[in-house]
């Protein structure tokens, strides 16, 4: 079966979520398929400085990648002002015109038809409205998130009346396109069943289907294997991770620093709490300083350190749409985590019951709980938790040819 991804941004090496997501369902179904990945967002530099850098996955040799490049020598990418000034101009929200612009378009008129074209992130619909099959036989697209609660999150947070005009015209021209985006592919993808049910109650969809953002399994492996192999001691270390120039994550972080960390002072915490990810503004910094306990560690090329240290993995989610890609991270590698209702909730269904999983809402339990957990003993002794099928690609993309093809 021939398989066509297509993906604003090269997913190589997968040091951010939505990276992640892309990596894997490509390495996954390069196992068993024939698969194009097409990027147009990076220049041939960027991909092949990112090429270099150490990672502990490795581009599969059956995966074909193809960057389309423009005349001025780059492959996307536009400035903030010429973003929104676009944006103005065009029928798409900025969002839209900055990751699915149109000049990819003309160069890929002559693609060959394949069996399977997978389009990433509702703000594919560009593309999808007007980029023509081809003779290519299924179409799906990918939903990591509902972008027009995006906007409007932002536009609500808004101090001054242009950006929250912007915002607010953004989420309107976005919600038009998502009740569209059904009628244009064979099936949703969403990461996220919350996501499948606001499409289901809001756009009245019935081509949707729940998959999960999958983990490397050798990867998962070897962290696994990694802290099995390492003597640990002193007191508990938990994490903190996500580019904190991304709202959802910085509310997080916030959640973390302004509500659990001062009752956790009072309490004489004695362990750790390590905010990883780029991004930290002055304000954060400065709100978590009364406290010895936290710690920032910017952005980290290579996160295999940071994952064999941790007791358990915190993961509160504040706001913003989609799964949490460090929560199944962490249940891909054997790592506990403490989340509130809502992380759980947009997981797949079959992780939602993990016995690595911890539950509580309010900052007060998460307090109770960090406070009395000793060092690596919860860990250790759910070392023997398996990997969840649900988190391997290759098992989870069966239904491809089980069931998604079978009318060949």
């Known amino acids: 079966m021939t398989v066509r991804i297509y993906s604003p941004l090269f997913p190589f090496p997968p040091d951010e979520g939505n990276l992640l997501t892309v990596f894997d369902q490509a390495c996954s179904l390069a196992m068993s398929h024939e698969v194009e990945l097409v990027s147009w967002m990076n220049t041939e530099a960027e991909v092949r400085e990112r090429r270099q850098r150490p990672s502990r996955v490795q581009l599969p040799p059956t995966l074909r990648w193809r960057p389309l490049t423009t005349n001025r020598g780059r492959t996307g990418g536009e400035p903030a002002w010429r973003r929104v000034w676009q944006a103005f101009l065009s029928d798409a929200a900025s969002s839209e015109s900055h990751y699915y612009p149109q000049w990819p378009l003309g160069v890929m008129r002559a693609d060959p038809p394949v069996d399977l074209e997978i389009f990433h992130h509702t703000v594919a619909y560009p593309w999808l409205a007007r980029k023509s099959r081809s003779g290519s036989r299924r179409r799906v697209c990918m939903v990591h998130d509902v972008a027009s609660e995006l906007y409007r999150h932002r536009a609500a947070g808004a101090s001054t009346s242009l950006p929250r005009w912007f915002d607010s015209r953004g989420a309107g021209i976005l919600e038009a396109h998502e009740s569209r985006l059904a009628e244009l592919v064979d099936e949703l993808w969403f990461v996220s069943p919350v996501e499948m049910q606001l499409f289901q109650r809001k756009y009245g969809i019935k081509n949707g289907r729940v998959t999960s953002p999958t983990i490397h399994t050798s990867a998962a492996q070897a962290i ?32 973390i620093v302004e509500k659990v960390a001062p009752l956790l002072a009072r309490e004489g915490f004695s362990g750790a709490i390590q905010l990883v990810g780029k991004g930290a503004t002055d304000e954060l910094i400065k709100a978590a300083a009364p406290y010895p306990f936290m710690s920032f560690a910017g952005f980290v090329p290579d996160l295999a350190a940071f994952w064999n240290e941790l007791s358990g993995m915190l993961v509160p989610h504040v706001g913003g749409t989609g799964v949490r890609m460090k929560l199944l991270e962490a249940l891909a590698y054997g790592v506990p985590v403490l989340a509130n209702t809502d992380a759980v909730r947009r997981l797949h269904p079959d992780l939602q019951s993990s016995p690595l999983l911890t539950v509580r809402d309010e900052p007060a339990e998460w307090c109770r709980f960090l406070a009395q957990e000793k060092a690596f003993e919860r860990r250790s002794r759910m070392a023997a938790v398996p990997i969840p099928k649900v988190l391997k690609g290759r098992e989870l993309y069966a239904f491809v040819c089980d069931d998604y093809l079978s009318d060949r």
């Open 224 to 255: 696994r294997d990694n802290f099995r192999n390492t003597a640990h001691s002193g007191p508990p270390v938990f994490g903190v991770l996500g580019n904190l120039r991304h709202t959802p994550n910085r509310w997080s972080a916030e959640f």
